[in-house]
């Protein structure tokens, strides 16, 4: 093995960057043969992702030597570029290699049209291009870009069908984006207009509790959260992710609404965090509680499989606002609410490619029609309940490990003396109740007598890949120590 | 990490079997056996290694980091492997039994992957060496049982199969919170014996019975413990060898012995007394005793009259850990091997008489004896064992319930033993009764002569066989008490060593 050197972690970082963009431009600028080269694209950047997290971790274990900041073209800020890569980035760069290597390989069978073929790779490609910049990028004008990426190729991925349901869908999913990159936008102008900067460094170095501030906190977190779906600002979601092509709706249920979390994340730990106050903290977990219940409730009642995903999302989104006020309490526990965002992204995007995969055999995703579908596929059934236990919470899963953390957290702020804290500690304990109610509505037609019915035949790939997500997934639990680890390695974060 | 490789192969010898079956198109019959016989015979040589490992002395422990300062502990000592040997014993007749039940039905691969699956995590808790893995193996126990409870597809299986995740998945979390809870105050530790709690009692005396509370609702559902024990009676539409396992092997098992646990090594005997937590457990224990008994007898369906009897016996279990003291702990813990034995027992005859006559109601069962006589020879044996009559299985556990109370200072137990004993005769004689002494008139249904062809025995072999086996284990198990090496004797090892009590005479 080559000794990992941390001087290489700058061009790493820089070159994933390059990697993952010129890639995105090959299938562009080569749309026949955008397929081919996604595939390449695809093993290439995991290979250089996760080389990069083997050099990060042996960098360790002091966060100021591991985290990196590169600035782009030699120009410091605040006149250029900074790219910044640290813990919390390098996670979720993993997350997003893992998600998307599964979600290109889940493509080669599910878009075989050739035309189809042409729009879906290169729009994907600069979707991934755009979350690895987004994860890397260091200051508050170059977020607004990468995010506007992103945004843009997925609504143009949740079109790409071209059927009156999926355009529908795209045009309200992309006036939600603009809205919401608006508002961003907006609390980014003030920030920059207060105090001349746009690093994000820099800028927390400057703020303080004042009412500039506070005007952007509101602007930006109000955009972010319209954008991640956020309770109460979720009602756009279902009919979008659910509406969308199968590997679409896994890559914006997994990756693109977790993006927004992260930056939600990383502003309120680093420019907002003088402005969190307690009252405010029960005020995002009260929403939390009630995006539990709502959209477990919705999941409940939906009657095609994909909503029922779809609503899933949004219940386990309020998890990560329940866990805001513990985050107060213990500001360790946001590497806790990172690695819940991490399993859930793996479980749920196993769980949309399972769905995909039944709907493809079935020709819909009616549940009450699809009994004799999950008979016949109990492999794809497998994928979706194994994945559905990680979204439970329940042993041995990834789910599993952040759900304990995430309850011991819980319990730690009812111990310290918040009596509110029991209510935190029965919405975590109780949302996998739930959840276990409505995963079981996916997964029990197929234990039912009846017909059994393969239906449409399905590639090999959207036969195995959901399975090794899910597994991958699974065994993410074991992965619980390695990540926190990695998060710690976050500069200036508790 | 000493010798935990071999805690490692027990518990992969049938999980790898397992995964490997979920794979295997439907039609490969033989392989599927030859795995599900290899995995179980495999399980089996593993565990024997361990005993003998075990009583030279030699410690085996795994551990696995899971989160800072939590690790997936196994270990073993003696009690893990009474768990374990009893899992592995009647997990390989159960296999053989299951074959020979469901030739010819469809979707096995499922079944017995499973069904392994349902094993693994049985023997994981019982080589379980802290709480936090207890309770991983005990929920994917509780996920891995559900597809066995719902086999049939029929809507009263799926009726039984969500009633069964509701009860099971809410006491779950119940059990999770109040781990964490307890691990949040006490750390990760390690089941030690006579606990490790003592330090926590002067300050955090309620917070310790609030959370013993939760630990028996949590478990007490798997247990049966009146009054979270409706499920239990309702999932005996499962297949004859499910019903077999849940009852005397994994699931209501799993609770118990999660009890045994809590009580022995994790509170304490002398804490739990302390804090008056045994009080309250005798009596549930009790009254769940009386109470299954009762219900027992009003049910005319066999395999419900099974059902009830389960919820009773298994709290004889109970029973004898909130005595707390060394006789009626011997007894509590021999009657996990000594009902399991018994009730796997009773469960393969209740399968053998609907699967071979279609026999599913008490009423029916006129005359059975001469058509079936080894299958009704075992019910028997199995019946008066449950009945406490010398010598045995049942008897033994009474006797040492009874010196227990007594030692307990609390002789109303032995009312309770009495009273249950006579109900046990009133429920489990008739079906004896009417099997040798009833007279049946018409000719017998044969539904599996009709679908199979004429059998050379009395029944299948592979039905027959495993009948045979456990009713054969139960008697010695009696008759041989005494030895060093019987269930008994075992347990009074587990007694004298792990609980430091002075010597007693018999």
């Known amino acids: 093995m080559i000794p990992a050197n941390p001087e290489w972690l700058p061009a790493g970082s820089a070159g994933l960057v390059a990697l993952s963009l010129g890639v995105a431009v090959l299938a562009t600028a080569w749309p026949r043969q955008a397929h081919r080269i996604g595939l390449l694209g695809a093993l290439a950047v995991t290979a250089w992702v996760l080389g990069l997290s083997a050099t990060f971790l042996h960098a360790g274990p002091d966060p100021e030597t591991a985290a990196t900041r590169v600035a782009l073209g030699g120009w410091e800020a605040p006149l250029g570029l900074m790219l910044q890569l640290d813990g919390l980035s390098m996670t979720l760069l993993v997350l997003t290699a893992v998600v998307a290597l599964a979600t290109s390989l889940y493509s080669l069978g599910y878009v075989h049209d050739r035309i189809e073929r042409r729009q879906f790779w290169p729009l994907w490609l600069w979707l991934w291009a755009g979350l690895n910049m987004l994860f890397l990028s260091g200051d508050a004008f170059n977020l607004y870009i990468t995010l506007e990426v992103v945004s843009l190729s997925a609504v143009a991925l949740v079109a790409f069908t071209g059927t009156a349901a999926a355009v529908s869908g795209a045009v309200r999913y992309l006036l939600v984006n603009i809205l919401g990159s608006l508002s961003f936008l907006m609390g980014v102008v003030l920030l920059f207009g207060e105090h001349g900067v746009l690093d994000l460094v820099l800028l927390e170095a400057r703020t303080e509790a004042g009412p500039t501030e506070r005007m952007a906190a509101v602007l930006m977190t109000a955009g972010l959260m319209l954008k991640a779906a956020l309770f109460p600002l979720h009602v756009w979601l279902a009919p979008a992710h659910g509406s969308a092509p199968a590997p679409v709706s896994a890559v914006l249920s997994g990756l693109v609404v977790t993006g927004s979390f992260y930056l939600i994340l990383r502003l309120w730990m680093g420019v907002f965090a003088p402005l969190a106050t307690p009252a405010f903290g029960i005020l995002v977990g009260l929403l939390g509680v009630g995006a539990l219940i709502w959209g477990s409730l919705q999941a409940l009642r939906a009657g095609r499989l994909k909503s029922i995903v779809a609503y899933s999302t949004v219940a386990q989104f309020g998890y990560l606002l329940v866990a805001f006020p513990l985050m107060l309490v213990d500001p360790g526990a946001w590497r806790v609410v990172v690695f819940f965002a991490v399993v859930h992204a793996l479980a749920k995007a196993s769980v949309f490619l399972a769905a995909g995969t039944l709907q493809h055999a079935a020709g819909h995703d009616r549940l009450a029609e699809l009994g004799a579908v999950l008979r016949a596929r109990p492999r794809t059934v497998f994928a979706l309940g194994l994945a559905g236990v990680s979204l439970m919470g329940l042993p041995f899963t990834g789910g599993f490990i952040a759900k304990y953390l995430l309850l011991e957290a819980g319990l730690g702020t009812v111990l310290a003396g918040s009596l509110i804290g029991v209510l935190w500690v029965l919405a975590i304990a109780g949302g996998g109740l739930l959840a276990a109610a409505y995963v079981l509505r996916m997964v029990a037609p197929a234990f039912h007598r009846g017909r059994r019915d393969a239906g449409e035949a399905v590639s090999p790939w959207m036969d195995w890949v959901p399975l090794a997500l899910a597994t991958v997934a699974a065994l993410a639990g074991l992965a619980g120590v390695l990540t926190l680890n990695t998060l710690a390695l976050t500069p200036g974060a508790p | ?506």
């Open chain 2, 1 to 506: 990490m000493d010798g935990g490789w071999l805690l490692l192969a027990i518990l992969f010898s049938s999980l790898g079997p397992g995964i490997a079956i979920f794979f295997l198109p439907e039609h490969r019959q033989g392989l599927r056996t030859a795995l599900n016989l290899g995995g179980a015979g495999t399980k089996l040589a593993l565990v024997g290694v361990l005993l003998a490992g075990v009583l030279r002395g030699d410690e085996y422990h795994f551990s696995l980091p899971l989160m800072p300062g939590i690790d997936l502990v196994l270990a073993a000592d003696a009690l893990s492997l009474l768990f374990a040997s009893l899992s592995a014993v009647l997990w390989f007749v159960t296999t053989v039994y299951a074959i020979g039940y469901l030739e010819g039905s469809p979707r096995r691969s499922r079944f017995f992957g499973f069904f392994s699956l349902c094993v693994s995590a049985t023997v994981g808790i019982a080589l379980s060496g802290n709480l936090i893995t207890f309770l991983i193996f005990y929920e994917i126990l509780t996920l891995a049982t559900w597809p066995l409870v719902v086999h049939r597809g029929t809507p009263a299986a799926l009726r039984a199969g969500r009633l069964y995740l509701g009860y099971t998945l809410t006491s779950g979390l119940v059990l999770f919170t109040a781990i964490v809870w307890l691990t949040l105050l006490a750390g990760a530790e390690g089941f030690t014996p006579g606990g490790y709690l003592e330090g926590l009692a002067e300050t955090h005396a309620v917070t310790l019975q609030v959370l013993f509370v939760l630990l028996m609702v949590g478990f007490g559902v798997k247990a049966a413990l009146v009054p979270l024990h409706s499920w239990l009676p309702i999932a005996m539409v499962a297949p004859a060898p499910v019903s077999a396992l849940l009852h005397a092997v994994a699931v209501v098992k799993a609770g118990a012995f999660g009890i045994i646990r809590v009580v022995n090594d994790v509170y304490g005997a002398e804490l739990a007394i302390e804090l008056g937590l045994t009080a309250g457990l005798l009596v549930i224990a009790a009254v769940t005793i009386i109470y299954g008994s009762i219900q027992a007898l009003r049910t005319d369906d066999l395999k419900q009259r099974l059902a009830f009897s389960t919820v009773s016996q298994v709290s004889y279990i109970i029973l004898g850990v909130a005595l707390a003291g060394p006789l009626g702990v011997i007894g509590g813990l021999v009657h996990l091997v000594h009902q399991g034995i018994t009730k796997i027992t009773l469960f393969f005859c209740a399968g053998n008489f609907a699967e071979t006559l279609g026999i599913h109601r008490i009423s029916e069962l006129d005359g059975v004896g001469r058509r079936m006589p080894l299958t009704m020879l075992a019910f028997t044996a199995g019946a008066l064992g449950m009945i406490g009559l010398p010598p045995l299985a049942g008897f033994v556990t009474k006797w040492h319930l009874g010196l227990g109370a007594l030692e307990a200072g609390m002789p109303w137990i032995l009312g309770v033993l009495v009273l249950s004993s006579l109900l046990n005769a009133a429920y489990f004689l008739p079906p004896v009764i009417r099997g040798w002494l009833g007279e049946r008139r018409e000719p017998w249904h044969e539904p599996l002569q009709a679908h199979a062809g004429p059998t050379r025995f009395e029944t299948h072999w592979m039905l027959l066989f495993p009948v045979v086996f456990t009713a054969a284990l139960g008697l010695l198990v009696g008759l041989y008490a005494g030895l060093g090496l019987s269930p008994l004797g075992w347990v009074s090892l587990i007694v004298q060593r792990d609980y430091a009590l002075p010597e007693f005479g018999l």
